[in-house]
């Protein structure tokens, strides 16, 4: 599996964008998908899970209501909508693939068998 994560860049507080990562490689609903973001110096942080065929999401708290994930299957691509944007929201963004798609540890790096390259999001004050 090949995971291109696109979308980040610099936007003020209050602003939005969207995140993609698209997957190549396996079938793709076959597999979840998360994002996490990374601060310097920091470990990776989940930030949300879509299941395979999308019927379910996971989200880190502090990201409810204001991030949405979605996925198009027939594009091999899955989404991060991040409204409402802080500056505390400022890291890498990276997406990765779940192949037991659903696991038991949605949250924890090592559940995932594939890593996008990251996307620098930044939030100004």
């Known amino acids: 599996v090949q995971l291109q994560a696109s979308g980040g860049g610099l936007v003020q507080a209050g602003g939005s964008l969207r995140l993609s990562c698209a997957a190549s490689?396996?079938?793709?609903?076959?597999?979840?998908i998360g994002w996490f973001r990374q601060y310097p110096g920091k470990e990776r942080e989940f930030v949300t899970a879509?299941?395979?065929?999308?019927?379910?999401?996971y989200y880190l708290d502090s990201v409810k209501g204001r991030f949405t994930i979605s996925r198009d299957n027939a594009k091999n691509t899955v989404y991060l909508r991040m409204n409402s944007l802080k500056p505390e929201d400022t890291a890498v963004y990276y997406c990765?693939?779940?192949?037991?798609?659903?696991?038991?540890?949605?949250?924890?790096?090592?559940?995932?068998?594939?890593w996008g390259q990251g996307t620098q999001v930044t939030v100004s004050s």
């Open positions: 490689g396996r079938t793709f609903s076959s597999y979840a």
């Open positions: 879509i299941s395979g065929s999308g019927s379910a999401q």
């Open positions: 990765a693939a779940d192949l037991s798609n659903w696991g038991t540890r949605l949250i924890d790096p090592d559940e995932y068998d594939y």
